[in-house]
């Protein structure tokens, strides 16, 4: 058991571009979740996956952001023509059913010049 | 917009200070948990409370959960420079309890303890 694991770490991009995060949670943990964290702010939900269906979208999820979570392990977080107000931490946690224990990863840090 | 509201956002102290976080909703939830968050990481989980007056504790951290499971407090005693950091309360499923665990967090407040 290594942990959830995220990555890149770091991402630095230009206005416009598309940017693509992977999440790999804990192996056999079958809820996935996305969160995004802006300085001197706690996390905000963006979406949960359970196995490979995506059962919740936020409504900060717009249109140019998509999840999947295609065999129901690993997932991307992907963000077209990426604003700078898309700048933040992006987290991901895994769980199992039956337990509210979340394990985040170190997230993937934003910059949108 | 967050439902959870935390105070204070910052504190700053010496060590050995004693400190209490609050943590108050509008809503309840499942249950309420609270976490630790260092610069560049993601949140550790410290405590789950789940039932209305629960009291934990764990070493030097005493985690209080109110009768109606609205509010809650996080208060560290004697504190070390190793307890800096971010905390974070979350509310657990849904605002009224609904689905999925998804969490909701409060704002955090940035403790530092200076030696």
């Known amino acids: 058991d290594t942990g959830v694991s995220q990555d890149p770490r770091h991402k630095i991009t230009k206005r416009g571009q598309n940017v693509t995060f992977r999440c790999d949670p804990i192996?056999?943990?079958?809820?996935l979740y996305w969160y995004r964290q802006t300085l001197g702010q706690g996390p905000e939900f963006l979406t949960y996956?359970?196995?490979?269906?995506?059962?919740?979208k936020s409504r900060l999820l717009s249109d140019r952001f998509s999840a999947e979570r295609p065999k129901g392990s690993f997932s991307t977080l992907e963000i077209q023509r990426t604003e700078q107000g898309d700048s933040a931490m992006y987290l991901c946690?895994?769980?199992?059913?039956?337990?509210?224990?979340?394990?985040f990863g170190p997230g993937t840090r934003l910059t949108v010049l | 917009t967050q439902l959870l509201e935390q105070s204070p956002q910052f504190l700053s102290i010496q060590e050995g200070e004693n400190l209490t976080v609050y943590c108050n909703s509008s809503?309840?939830?499942?249950?309420l948990q609270w976490y630790r968050q260092e610069p560049g990481e993601g949140p550790v989980l410290l405590v789950t409370?789940?039932?209305?007056?629960e009291v934990k504790k764990l070493k030097r951290l005493t985690f209080q959960f109110g009768d109606a499971r609205k509010d809650s407090s996080l208060h560290i005693t004697a504190a070390q420079p190793g307890d800096t950091g971010l905390y974070l309360c979350?509310?657990?499923?849904?605002?009224?309890?609904?689905?999925?665990?998804?969490?909701?967090f409060g704002q955090g407040t940035i403790l530092t303890v200076h030696p």
């Open positions: 409370v789940v039932t209305g007056g």
């Open positions: 946690a895994s769980t199992t059913l039956g337990t509210d224990t979340q394990y």
């Open positions: 996956f359970q196995n490979e269906a995506q059962l919740e």
């Open positions: 809503s309840v939830f499942s249950s």
């Open positions: 979350a509310g657990v499923g849904g605002a009224g309890g609904t689905s999925y665990g998804k969490l909701t």
């Open positions: 192996s056999e943990h079958n809820r």
